[in-house]
Structures are given as C-alpha cells and as structure tokens.
C-alpha cells in the first residue's frame, strides 16, 4: 500500500521543529506502509513544484493525506487536491491551525470546493471538528502525536518560580504578554527567572528590547531554538509554562509541557478551551491578561493552588497524544476507508 501526504513537512531542516506530518510517516512506515510526501521546502513556489511533481510521480498511491492550513497555504491543498482528484486518489484532509475556522468563514465558496474533492476530514483537536460538522462534514478526530516516554515526568514538589514560554517568536503568539507577566511576578518573587525560546520569524529582537525597557532583562533569556535534548533540559529544570498566543488549536508544545509536568497557564483562544480544563489540568485567563497570569504564577509559587491533582491529571491527558494510541486511530481509519 502506498500512501501519498502532502503538506508543510519542514522538520527535515534545520533549526525546524519536527512536524506532526514527520510523526505520521514514521508511524505509518513502521507498520509497513509506503508513504511519499511533499514537501521540505519552505519557499513557496519550490513547495508547489515539489508537490506537483511528487503528485504526478506517485499517481498509483491508494490513498492521499492533505494537510490543511489556512490562508496563504490554503492553496497547497488545492493544488493537492486537484492533482489527486485527477488521478481518482482517494482523499483524507488533515485539518491544523487554529485559525481554519476564521479562513472558512471569509472564503466559503473555496473551501467547499476543495473539501468536496474529499472522502473525510481529520481534526486534532473537537474545536475544528465542532465547527466544521456544523457544515455537514464528516469528521474524524485523531490527537497530535507524542512520544510519551520522551517526556520525563518531573513530580517533585519543588515549586520555583522559574517559568518557560516556548513557541516561535510571531505576533499571534503574544511574546509581549510573557514579558509584561513576568515583571508583575518580579515585584513579589525577585528570583524569578523566564526562559523564552523558539524560533525567530521577525519580532525576538523587539522582545530583547521591550525586557530592557520593561527593566527585567537581566531576568530573562532567549535561548533561541530547542532540540529535542535541549527541550527537555528545559522541561527540568522549569516549573510553570506560559502559553500566550491570540490564536491556537491543539498546540502540541502546550502537551509536551504537561507530559513533563510543568504547571500550564494558557490563554483560552481557540481550540484550548477544548483541549484544557480551568483548575482541573491547567489554568486559563483572558487572552492578554498578563495580569491574571501573573496572579496565577504567584499564587503556584505561594502554594494556594492544588498542583499535584493538576499535575497528574495534565500527564494523564498528554497521555491521549502518545503515538502507540494515535496510530491504532489512523490504522482504523484506513481500514475503514478501504485502504
């Protein structure tokens, strides 16, 4: 059986995160599934051709997987998807990001177009599944994929006042919001300390800039990228993870922080409200509330807050992403669609 995945599968770069569509191949091979994909290139006339090409060359795949992203990269799933419709391959759309549901409702029409080429639609998180069922889609969810016993889990209860955030440096994940956070909890904890680290896209030297203006410099860092030996140092040696983005839908290093124990504060945008639950496997505030952050971060370090329900009940949901469960769903729906 040859399976044919196209999408952004830009982890095969350096400095790049490993991407869920990666997780996905390597699964799939280990079952002894044939998978071609597309593409490793992030510039975007290069990932079209790749596409392209890969599409024509593997025209006797069984089955084609398409991952769905909003805007600009909305179009690879239509190029895809036409390819593949030509062709007669049998369609699966993987739906990802948060902001899907925001493209739809500006671009209908197009959507409708594409998705209709499909034979079923995969979400990750029940926010996307929720909104598009209410279109009449048909819509399988299967989590995000981690290797649980990649995360170490850290249960001692040495509450410090040492936070991480970890996303990449762009607007709509709100770096501005950890920073003026972390000079409120300054004024209570002076040992305080944040780590910020992710990949720049334009805006890490203004963050630089705005913690020397917000005068907590010397309390900050900015490792830049984290492998994966690097991560998980992290992971240790922090102990609450501020999550402050705009827009998100199942964000896997939120997963990878609770499968390492670490105390979550995230915003409620999205897909997170479907994804945590408030006091029960994190905290949620308002999106920009660095106040309420902070409160929250305070209140940890006193010991006001039940961490070790939190803790254990975080680990446990991180344990519905591990890769031997996600996989059996993607071996089910394969047999299911006739593959």
């Given at each position: ?44 006339i290069k990932r079209?051709q ?17 991952m ?8 690879y ?6 390819l ?20 739809v ?56 006042p ?41 805006i ?131 047999n299911?669609?006739?593959?």
């Open positions: 059986m040859k399976v044919l995945l196209t999408g952004p599968i830009l982890g095969y770069n350096r400095g790049r995160e490993k991407s869920q569509a990666e997780y996905l191949i390597e699964l799939l091979s280990q079952k002894g599934i044939e998978v071609v994909w597309a593409s490793k290139y992030p510039q975007r079209a790749d596409i392209i090409k890969t599409i024509i060359r593997h025209k006797d795949a069984k089955l084609g997987i398409i769905v992203y909003s805007f600009g990269a909305f179009l799933a239509d190029i895809a998807s036409y593949m419709h030509r062709f007669h391959i049998p369609i699966v759309f993987w739906l990802h990001g948060g902001a899907l549901p925001e493209f409702e500006k671009h209908k029409k197009w959507v409708k177009r594409v998705l209709n080429r499909g034979k079923i639609l995969i979400a990750p998180s029940f926010y996307l599944a929720t909104y598009f069922r209410r279109y009449g889609y048909e819509v399988e969810v299967i989590r995000n994929i981690i290797h649980i016993e990649d995360y170490p889990y850290h249960t001692e209860n040495n509450i410090s040492k936070l991480l955030w970890m996303r990449t440096f762009h607007p709509i994940y709100n770096p501005k919001m950890a920073l003026y956070a972390h000079r409120e909890v300054l004024k209570v904890f002076p040992e305080a300390f944040l780590t910020m680290a992710g990949v720049d896209r334009g890490m030297k203004d963050m630089i800039k705005l913690s020397k203006e917000l005068g907590i410099s010397d309390k900050v860092s900015f490792p830049g990228f984290l492998d994966k030996e690097k991560k998980y140092e992290y992971f240790k040696s922090h102990f609450i993870y501020l999550h402050t983005n705009f827009i998100d839908n199942t964000p896997v290093s939120v997963i990878e922080a609770l499968a390492g124990g670490l105390i979550v504060i995230a915003t409620d945008v999205g897909g997170i409200p479907y994804l945590l639950k408030h006091k029960y496997n994190a905290l949620l505030v308002k999106p920009d509330d660095y106040k309420k952050m902070a409160d929250y971060v305070i209140g940890i370090i006193k010991g006001k807050i039940d961490l070790k329900g939190i803790r254990t009940r975080g680990r446990a949901l991180a344990m519905e992403f591990d890769a031997k469960n996600v996989i059996e769903q993607w071996l089910l729906l394969l299911q669609i006739g593959c």
